[in-house]
Every structure is written in C-alpha cells, then in structure tokens.
C-alpha cells in the first residue's frame, strides 16, 4: 500500500485501501500499524487535518484496534537527499 507523507512529529505517512477499508500508519520510530473498518471519509479527515497525530488519537487511536505489521523498509522512506531538492 502506498502512503502519503504527514506533517507531524509522531506519524510520517498514511495509506488507505478503500477496497478494503483498511488504513496503514507509519508512526516517527518506523513502526506501520494496521486499523481495519476505517470509513473513506475518516482518512480523508486524517489526511487534511492540521494536527494529524491529534487527529488521529482522537478519532482513530481511541475507535479501532490497531495490529502492528512491521516496520517501515528504508525504499518506504524515500530518499532524503532527494526531497531537498525538490
């Protein structure tokens, strides 16, 4: 699942699957959990709130029971030297 980059010092990225109603998120120490029965809307929510980790601690965190799935690869986290030049 592909995830897109956050603004916030706790969570890095967020995916979501609608399909299959399940959201992906990569937390600062590379930790990736899975939330299932996730409503379209609710990621929507997540992604333009502008304090994504109260966000999700209210509203997801709180609601759903997350499953840790791993770790973050380093190809997950992009190139840094690249995103300084973008």
């Known amino acids: 699942m592909e995830r897109q980059k956050?603004?916030?010092g706790k969570l890095k990225?967020?995916?979501y699957d609608e399909r299959q109603r399940l959201l992906e998120i990569e937390f600062a120490n590379?930790?990736?959990f899975e939330y299932?029965?996730?409503s379209p809307e609710l990621f929507r929510?997540?992604?333009a709130s502008p304090s994504p980790a109260s966000f999700f601690e209210d509203?997801?965190?709180e609601q759903f029971t997350g499953k840790r799935?791993?770790?973050a690869s380093k190809a997950d986290a992009?190139?840094?030297f690249d995103d300084l030049f973008k």
Do not use: E
């Open 45 to 47: 929510q997540l992604m």
């Open 13 to 15: 990225s967020a995916g």
């Open 36 to 38: 299932k029965a996730v």
């Open 69 to 71: 799935i791993g770790k």
């Open 30 to 32: 590379g930790d990736v």
């Open 6 to 8: 956050l603004r916030s």
């Open 59 to 61: 509203k997801i965190d």
């Open 78 to 80: 992009g190139n840094a």
